[in-house]
């Protein structure tokens, strides 16, 4: 995210904000901002007497500005950070009288998982005047392969849109994961690297035939006998290919084929559906296979056989489950 890449930017040249305010649903540039603010900022020696980690559920407000009002030891500043401050979002406006005049030798990081300031609120102007406030938005899944993309980019690699669509379906929109995946790739690999396939299947523990990229290919081409045989050994192997995410996967899966049904201009359908071009191989497929209103009946069994995953108003195992769900979609 290009925000993010500025507030680093700004504080490598020297411009340093006394209160960054990391909030919104993606956790991964949260973290990534506050782990160059708590290693960079301030030197080894520094940092004994003048950075301080606090977490949320262990402090109040008034803990946070009493730490942030303290002057440094023998340093040019002190740093503050408090993760996990979503815990304290009952009191968060407690923090305004400080937002309005925060102690400028202090750097105080607060990082907001998950959740966002009302903009209105004098708080959040404060810290907008007198500090930063950056929102990190979740992206959506036609977004995470640019992303996959400029990340290897930046550390030397390319990779195959295959593959790139392989890391989507297999890790979703979970950031943190993905480049978690694609560190593992980059010590195996040697720089300059195309990532292919066969390196996704090889080192991040996917199977070459029995994964929901390839469930959902089955599923749109009606072809029942390999469809059964992946959710058999999704159902032998639950810890790899959990059911709640099965049955999420294919759900998105119809939603989106219902909604490309609805569309009069065909080739919009991956920036409408926020998916990759390379997924609509299967849309084009499955939008052959299954009429507008089977599709509709399907969406619905999917939502019932979701809320039995989850245990509730049945006690069926994850094999009876994922039977059911082949027969509502193949019937």
């Given at each position: 995210m290009d925000e993010a890449a500025k507030i680093v930017t700004d504080i490598r040249a020297g411009n340093i904000r006394p209160v960054y305010f990391l909030m919104g649903e993606e956790p991964y540039y949260i973290d990534k901002i506050a782990e160059y603010?708590?290693?960079?900022?301030?030197?080894?020696?520094?940092?004994?007497?003048?950075?301080?980690?606090?977490?949320?559920?262990?402090?109040?407000?008034?803990?946070?500005?009493?730490?942030?009002?303290?002057?440094?030891?023998?340093?040019?500043?002190?740093?503050?950070?408090?993760?996990?401050?979503?815990?304290?979002?009952?009191?968060?406006?407690?923090?305004?009288?400080?937002?309005?005049?925060p102690t400028p030798t202090t750097v105080l990081v607060i990082c907001y998982k998950y959740k966002t300031l009302d903009k209105r609120k004098k708080v959040t102007k404060h810290l907008e005047k007198n500090g930063v406030v950056f929102e990190s938005k979740k992206l959506y899944e036609n977004q995470v392969g640019q992303w996959i993309t400029r990340i290897l980019q930046g550390k030397g690699y390319t990779i195959d849109h295959k593959?790139?669509?392989?890391?989507?379906?297999?890790?979703?929109?979970?950031?943190?994961?993905?480049?978690?995946?694609l560190e593992k790739l980059q010590i195996i690999l040697p720089k300059g690297s195309t990532i292919l396939p066969s390196h996704i299947e090889e080192n991040i523990g996917f199977s070459k035939e029995?994964?929901?990229?390839?469930?959902?290919?089955?599923?749109?081409?009606?072809?029942?006998?390999?469809?059964?045989?992946?959710?058999?050994?999704?159902?032998?192997?639950?810890?790899?290919?959990?059911?709640?995410?099965?049955?999420?996967?294919?759900?998105?899966f119809f939603s989106n084929l219902l909604q490309y049904h609805g569309l009069k201009d065909?080739?919009?359908?991956?920036?409408?559906?926020?998916?990759?071009?390379?997924?609509?191989?299967?849309?084009?497929?499955?939008?052959?296979?299954?009429?507008?209103?089977?599709?509709?009946?399907?969406?619905?069994?999917?939502?019932?056989?979701?809320?039995?995953?989850?245990?509730?108003g049945a006690n069926l195992t994850p094999d009876d489950l994922l039977k059911e769900m082949l027969i509502h979609i193949f019937s």
């Open positions: 603010i708590e290693g960079q900022l301030l030197t080894e020696d520094e940092k004994g007497f003048n950075q301080t980690v606090l977490y949320g559920r262990d402090v109040s407000i008034d803990d946070i500005v009493g730490t942030a009002k303290r002057y440094p030891m023998m340093a040019e500043r002190q740093v503050v950070i408090v993760k996990e401050a979503q815990d304290l979002s009952r009191t968060i406006d407690k923090l305004e009288s400080y937002a309005e005049q593959a790139n669509a392989m890391m989507v379906d297999f890790l979703g929109t979970d950031l943190s994961r993905i480049a978690k995946e029995y994964n929901v990229f390839e469930l959902r290919k089955a599923i749109a081409e009606r072809n029942q006998y390999k469809a059964y045989k992946i959710a058999q050994y999704f159902a032998q192997n639950q810890k790899e290919n959990p059911l709640v995410m099965t049955v999420g996967m294919m759900f998105s065909k080739k919009t359908a991956a920036s409408v559906l926020r998916v990759s071009p390379y997924q609509l191989k299967d849309y084009e497929t499955a939008f052959r296979n299954y009429p507008m209103r089977k599709v509709s009946a399907i969406v619905a069994a999917l939502r019932n056989v979701d809320v039995k995953s989850k245990g509730v």
